[in-house]
């Protein structure tokens, strides 16, 4: 059969190449298909702290570097290809792509999540045009000009301060009165005096001609409406929106059990509700979102990959 | 794929006839360099009836601000100097790319 593997693997992000990589060193004929950028989310952060041995200055893009390169020592195949649909129930598994068609005795799923919306008037018009999720792409963009932080978590608040570097001002717009980041991050953010936080707030609609103009803001104890414009000189300024992710499994939704949310249930071995087919990293139902769990779960989906492999294809 | 930069993008892409097409990126854009291949390969495809051209903003924020262009990555389309079609973050994607000019150029 034309493009067999013992393993192909659905997203080049930490639980993709992590599962790789085990993959390779178990010898399974392993091929990891990504649609853009490998590296997921994690190289759209300019730092990465907290995986363990990547300190200091460890910056996403470094870390997915080395993590490409020690998965390929070992054979791992990557390809450059979007899926568009995928046959799941066989023996064998059909994943279909705009470039090739892939057989594989085992799949693993690894496609991530994507930043969430505000969901309001106005954001998605915007995105590229003073809206946006990716703080290292833009950041620059708004030297010397204003910027809006949307979010609490530790995304929103590490990206605030790496946008200090560049913009006159940044103010948080957190819609309680605490933020839930780490205490490290939030300790940087509080002693940096270009951050100001904006409590009880929500953005409720972006407005602007062609770039961002001005920003409707709530407050979420008064009610009290507040739209705020660009400075004159400036003509306009950042909103940077780190409120959370979705999933990205839209190409198996009602193949595998998913959660409302749209999550991928598995089991601690990150199988799923079919045989041969495993999940691994944000887009699995788990408690803790980061390149340190996605590696684990990787590693898991990929030796149980190779004991399927041998009770199933072992004559 | 021509390099151009604050001082010749008036020449190269706002004075220039027909088509041309601007990859705007940046060092720090992750998406725009796995994306680069790609737009090299449409490039191809099309030499002789869209210049294809790339602007790096670090340096010229300011022009880049001017095309309404505040996110990367952005690939825009021009006809006769005027921007006739754009698409950015994750609609610049290679099939979308080539949808849009397809649109425009046939």
């Given at each position: ?193 270009k951050i100001e936080l904006l409590w009880n707030t929500v953005v409720e609609e972006i407005r602007g001609d062609g770039v961002v103009q001005s920003v409707v803001f ?35 939704k009602g193949k595998v059990t998913m959660d409302e949310a749209g999550y991928i249930i598995t089991n601690e071995d990150m199988k799923i509700n079919i045989p041969g ?39 | ?106």
């Open positions: 059969m034309e493009n067999l593997y013992d393993v192909v693997i659905i997203g080049g992000g930490p639980g993709g190449l992590s599962a790789g990589l085990y993959a390779a060193r178990a010898r399974l004929k392993t091929l990891i298909v990504e649609k853009a950028k490998v590296g997921g989310q994690i190289v759209i952060t300019h730092e990465v702290a907290n995986y363990p041995g990547s300190i200091p200055n460890a910056t996403g893009p470094s870390l997915i570097a080395r993590m490409l390169e020690q998965m390929k020592s070992f054979g791992a195949e990557l390809t450059k290809d979007n899926i568009i649909d995928v046959d799941l129930t066989g023996k064998v598994k059909v994943i279909k792509g705009e470039q090739g068609k892939y057989h594989a005795k085992t799949v693993i799923i690894a496609t991530g999540a994507v930043p969430k919306l505000i969901g309001c008037p106005g954001e998605v018009e915007l995105i590229g045009k003073g809206v946006s999720y990716c703080a290292t792409c833009d950041a620059d963009f708004f030297t010397d000009l204003e910027v809006f932080v949307v979010g609490g978590g530790d995304s929103a608040v590490e990206e605030a301060v790496y946008l200090t570097k560049f913009a006159r001002k940044v103010t948080i717009v957190h819609r309680r009165e605490k933020l839930r980041a780490a205490k490290s991050i939030q300790e940087k953010a509080f002693k940096n005096p709530k407050n979420t104890q008064t009610g009290e409406i507040n739209e705020h414009f660009a400075d004159e000189e400036d003509g306009t300024f950042g909103i940077f929106v780190f409120v959370g992710f979705d999933p990205k499994g839209d190409l198996f087919v495993f999940a691994a990293g944000d887009i699995r139902v788990k408690s803790l979102r980061q390149v340190v769990t996605a590696a684990g779960d990787g590693a898991i989906a990929a030796i149980q990959a190779e004991r399927y492999i041998e009770h199933e294809f072992t004559e | 794929m021509l390099a151009v930069d604050k001082d010749t993008f008036q020449v190269e892409v706002l004075e220039a006839e027909d088509f041309v097409l601007v990859d705007y990126w940046n060092d720090g854009c992750e998406p725009c360099k796995a994306l680069l291949p790609d737009i090299e390969e449409i490039a191809a495809k099309y030499e002789g009836k869209v210049k294809f051209t790339k602007l790096n903003t670090t340096g010229a924020r300011r022009l880049a601000i001017s095309q309404k262009v505040l996110g990367l990555p952005t690939i825009s389309l021009y006809k006769n100097g005027l921007k006739i079609d754009e698409v950015t973050k994750d609609d610049a994607t290679r099939a979308k790319i080539e949808a849009m000019i397809e649109k425009h150029v046939s």
